[in-house]
């Protein structure tokens, strides 16, 4: 079913509810104001296949104006909402955006922007006006703008779908644009199909979004729960203590978490833990990262064998899952291949044995290019050009299983070794003094880099040596010397974005300034 028939059907379920806020927004009203969100695009003379950019805090207005664009046959853009104006509209200039649409919690950044954007021919603020920044011209408010046109919809609706932008973390972001059939809105794409079989979604569900909605995974399963006339409870932002209530208070049966999201709910205090009601739940999924084993050993014993994983880039080369009980048997692996075929090649483009790391490849999967970038579309690909890679590296088991050990960028040559600190930052993780944890190769004149780890004490947890020296001995116990960090910086937080990918570039341009490295 599509939208337009949950609303006939309950009019008045909520199709979107706000955690913190409690607004809520039925089928019916989704409906109405996406249908004028898709006749003030049609107004603008925007047809199939061109573009529109998305830049919001969680808010349904954000879910709404997306529902607008796929009635319309556009490509839209979810920006990142932690952005800075100059990175934002970069974004909005390369993919060509005819309409931006923001929120008043984005005021300070969006003032900037038209200056930056010259070809923006529409700009809407979205929101309440309350304690909010004020925008003159040309921000249009996005409510009186949309609340001009009908409610009905328009004759000529065509199937519009995402265009997001890579993190970012190893460089300029790039668009990732996939084939758009030219279908009608009311028709299922079969990664619906494939979401229910795989993810357990079905009708009648009740979703908690904990993530931000620019990003690809958070935005597939909100739109799904739509599509599925189910509920979405979306969170304004991530809290362990408040994920537990919002499971206990909405009768929560299905969410998409990142691993860090499991560490901080494992570090809420006990007495919290063991009184949170989760009987509701029936799938929990995770992706983005690898998860450390204790990490996740602890969420099924606390969960049950509800925990879904899988292993797929935004652009969507492939796929790989496994369920709870295959994750047992082979732990620490992100699943087998469903979508491509995964081969492991070094860096000759020969295949590596069995369990030896090397760069991890999708065959038979590469209908996506980079947006206008011909050139980094080529260097993704074989010379084939029917095999493709995101840079991740891994390893593959006798029964197909693939480990991942860390992005190929990330990778520290010390004295010669190749080390991917994944592992040490897993290992790190799980010390009870430790909330969050990064590893980097830092400049050093004897091994060209060395090993350090930059750590975010848990609450009430002391930095400074003592802690160090604790935590090198920690990991010296349980994992090879080389991969262990010679020292340990300490930080209030790490540059972790929302959706749990960590910020390297920000700690290496910290540590690096002007050295030369091969690591970028």
Known sequence: ???????????????????????????????????????LLRDLGLRRLDHMSIFMDNDPRMLISEGGAERTGLYYTCVNSYLSAEEVAYIVNDSQSRVVITGRSKADVASDLPALCPDVELWLLAGDERGSKTLGEPFEPWEQTIGRYSTDPILDEELGTPMMYSSGTTGRPKGILRPLPDVPPSQNLPVLEGLKLLWHFREGMIYLSPAPLYHSAPQASVAATLRLGATAVVMEHFDAAQFLDLV???????????????????????????????????????????????????????FGPIILEYYAATEGNGFTYCDSEEWLAHKGTVGRALVGEVLILDEEGEECPLGTPGTVWFQGSTNFEYFNDPVKTSESRNAAGDTSTV?????????????????????????????????????????????????????????????????????????????????IGFCREHIAHFKCPRTVD????????????????????????KHATRIV
């Open 490 to 513: 300490f930080v209030d937080q790490l540059p972790r974005l929302p959706t749990g990918k960590l910020y390297k570039r920000l700690l290496r341009d910290t540590y690096w300034g």
């Open 391 to 471: 840079g991740d590296v891994g390893y593959l088991d006798e029964d197909g299983y693939l480990y991942l050990t860390d992005r190929k960028t990330y990778m520290i040559i010390s004295g010669g070794v190749n080390i991917y600190p994944q592992e040490t930052e897993n290992l790190l993780i799980t010390h009870p003094k430790v909330m969050d944890a990064a590893v980097i190769g830092v400049p050093d004149e004897d091994l060209g880099e060395a090993v350090k780890a930059i750590v975010q004490p848990a609450d009430d947890v002391e930095p400074g040596p003592e802690l160090e020296r604790e935590l």
């Open 248 to 302: 206990s208070r909405h009768q929560v049966t299905h969410s998409q978490v990142v691993p860090t999201m499991f560490s901080r709910l494992l570090k809420l205090p006990e007495e919290v833990r063991s009184t949170a009601e989760i009987s509701s739940l029936e799938a929990v999924v995770h992706a983005a990262a690898p998860c450390p084993v204790p990490v996740k050993e602890q969420m099924i014993e606390w």
């Open 1 to 39: 079913m599509y939208a337009a028939a949950h609303a006939k059907a309950h009019p008045d379920k909520p199709a979107i509810v706000m955690a913190k806020s409690g607004e809520m927004v039925t089928f019916a009203e989704y409906e109405a104001s996406a249908n004028q969100v898709a006749r």
